[in-house]
């Protein structure tokens, strides 16, 4: 059996998944869940026996192992393949790469995935401006805080914690792609922005990309 990853070319945190397995080199088929085609595709029976929550994405490995949660995900492969690591040696330093991807996948993501937004027009009116003013708002406040970390942290390097690529910056490039395609202002984040064009220039990140996925439309 092949491992198999369940995900879509626009979900960040499919995308997050993508990158890890990439810095890894580790192999695998893709497997495309559309989240929003006939309704959305992780609602299927299918798809919820291997996810309940009916989110993406679902790492299953060789073995039939079911994996969920994007973090706990790339905490697995670090564990189950530490080379080359996403966390640094130091319990310090682990803990601020930690604290900097979670002050993506905590503080920014959960405002502003698809369930969300959807919640926001469908459910209480909000119109389509008004949802955009809502996803804009909480994405430049959210990376205004995390430019504030980096900044001011002589630990940040080309990469958001030294010179290699981290879960940080595991999270933060799709929280930037997301935000470019929301128009979102990311001219007070240059810190943020630099490590993004950084991590663009290695092909472990660029691979992973939206549009270069196979059910990118």
């Known amino acids: ?11 960040s945190a499919s995308f997050r998944v993508r990158i890890a397995l990439n810095l890894k080199g580790l192999p695998y088929e893709y497997a495309s869940v559309h989240l929003v ?5 992780q609602f299927a029976p299918a798809f919820r026996a291997l996810n309940p929550a009916a989110l993406v994405p679902v790492l299953v490995e060789d073995d039939g192992t079911a994996l969920t949660q994007s973090l706990a995900i790339c905490e697995y492969l670090e564990e189950t393949h530490p080379e080359p690591p996403l966390l640094p040696g130091s319990p310090q330093a682990r803990a601020r790469v930690r ?9 920014i993501h959960p405002l502003n995935n698809l369930r969300v937004l959807g919640y926001l027009t469908r459910t209480l009116g909000v119109s389509e401006d008004g949802k955009n003013a809502w996803y804009r708002h909480w ?4 990376l205004e805080h995390l ?28 929280q930037i792609f997301n935000a470019q395609r929301f128009n979102c202002r990311l001219d007070h984040v240059p810190t943020v922005m630099r490590i993004f064009h950084h991590c663009m220039t290695l092909e472990a990140f660029a691979a992973a990309a939206p549009m270069r996925q196979p059910d990118a439309e």
Request: hydrophobic content about 40%.
């Open 147 to 174: 430019e504030a970390l980096l900044a001011a942290d002589d630990r940040t390097g080309a990469f958001c914690h030294g010179g290699a690529p981290t879960l940080a910056d595991v999270c933060l490039v799709p």
């Open 139 to 142: 994405v430049e406040t959210g």
């Open 99 to 107: 604290a900097l991807a979670l002050s993506v996948a905590c503080e």
């Open 37 to 41: 085609r006939g309704g959305g595709e």
């Open 1 to 11: 059996m092949t491992r198999m990853l369940y995900n879509y070319f626009r979900s």
